[in-house]
């Protein structure tokens, strides 16, 4: 796993001093039940984290068929169904814009137990953000979601492995074929060494398309990669 920079390890300690104080004023409850929770990096309860609803390899497939190129991803594995106003979107919202990167990591072990003990990832790659939106949120979601997989699984993260080469702008209110259209060739490997000859695991919280997954994968594909295999935390409607 790459160092951080000292910037990032200062506002990551600043962050977690923060959040230290926060847990002090307002101990931490369960997003789904409001009941107060023992560990402040689980953002559910144990009870609400066993009702939400998991997804099928079935649901994936039929999400990726209508996809071009969706077989440049080996596999891909979703955990929940993302449900509008529901406890799936609240977590994903706290974790993506609620400054509440620790509950990645939690999110990310659970997320583990989708990757098969029979094929384990030689690398573990989160879908990177462009520097700019990575300047406005502070941290990468996905990033964390790694870290938490990378940690239970024993295998390696590179949040560097690929990156973004252009921004683009936000997938929530484009249509499918503008989703594709605003990703397709976004994402280049700096390095190639890092992925060739290796089978990846691409980490993201929501697939929706699918676009931006098999963007990344092409592009690690292209530098060398065996397989891209692919995990996210929620399928969204569309």
């Known amino acids: 796993m790459r160092s951080s920079s000292f910037p990032q390890k200062l506002t990551r300690a600043a962050r977690l001093t923060w959040s230290s104080v926060l847990n002090v004023l307002y101990p931490p409850q369960c997003l789904g039940c409001r009941q107060r929770l023992p560990d402040p990096a689980a ?9 939400l609803d998991r997804i099928t390899a079935h649901d994936v497939d039929e999400r990726l068929a209508r996809l071009p ?9 979703v955990l929940w169904r993302f449900d509008a106003a529901g406890t799936v979107q609240k977590v994903q919202h706290q974790l993506k814009y609620g400054n509440r990167p620790r509950f990645g990591i939690k999110l990310g072990g659970v997320m583990a137990e989708l990757v098969s003990d029979a094929m384990p990832p030689d690398l573990i790659v989160p ?9 406005e949120r502070g941290y990468n979601q996905s990033t ?3 870290e938490g997989l990378a940690a239970t699984l024993g295998v390696t993260m590179d949040e560097g492995a690929v990156v973004r080469a252009r921004a683009t702008p936000s997938q929530t209110h484009l249509s499918r074929e503008k989703r594709w259209a605003n990703v397709h060739g976004a994402f280049v490997v700096p390095d190639p060494d890092v992925v060739a000859g290796k089978s990846v695991l691409l980490v993201d919280d929501v697939l ?7 963007a990344a994968a092409e592009a690690m594909q292209a530098a060398g990669a065996t397989e891209v295999h692919a995990v996210t935390l929620a399928l969204a409607g569309l």
């Open 69 to 77: 190129n969706a077989s440049a991803m080996a596999s891909v594995q």
């Open 127 to 135: 879908v990177p953000l462009h520097k700019t939106r990575f300047l």
């Open 144 to 146: 964390q979601l790694a």
């Open 43 to 51: 953002p559910l309860c144990h009870r609400c984290m066993q009702r």
């Open 208 to 214: 929706t398309t699918g676009a931006t997954l098999v």
